[in-house]
């Protein structure tokens, strides 16, 4: 907790009871044990400062996309700073759409095998993409 509130001491304004225990409460359940939610919260510090109508919304998205609990756990364990990201929003959606569309990879396989990817912008992904189909190299 010392190296969250570190990198972002604007936790050090929330309150215990009413935001960050909350908080804490939800993103155990979704990563499924208090040492899962201890990495995600040393790799990403925001994800204590997200709402609970966040964390609610992310997983109704990830579970429309057919993601069970097992892997929404493997997912936001293995990209952290991604989870407080609006997955419902529209950049977000563009995104996952252009995976599929563009690339082929359901927004399940980019959420749970490669999520590191989403956290880039659609700009630089397309320019790795045209540049490896150019040079006949695999960017996924």
Request: aromatic residues 8%; charged residues 15%.
């Amino acid at each position: 907790m010392s190296l969250a509130i570190y990198r972002r001491p604007s936790l050090l304004s929330l309150s215990l009871e009413n935001n960050l225990q909350p908080t804490l409460v939800a993103l155990e359940g979704v990563l499924g044990s208090p040492a899962a939610l201890i990495a995600a919260v040393q790799l990403a510090p925001d994800l204590l400062i997200m709402g609970l109508g966040t964390i609610s919304s992310n997983l109704a998205a990830m579970r429309g996309l057919g993601l069970a609990a097992d892997e929404i756990q493997q997912a936001v364990g293995k990209e952290p700073q991604l989870f407080p990201w609006d997955y419902a929003g529209k950049t977000f959606q563009a995104k996952l759409r252009y995976y599929e569309v563009v690339l082929g990879r359901s927004p399940g396989h980019m959420l749970v095998r490669q999520p590191g990817y989403l956290k880039y912008g659609l700009q630089r992904v397309d320019y790795r993409v045209r540049m490896s189909e150019r040079f006949a190299v695999s960017v996924l």
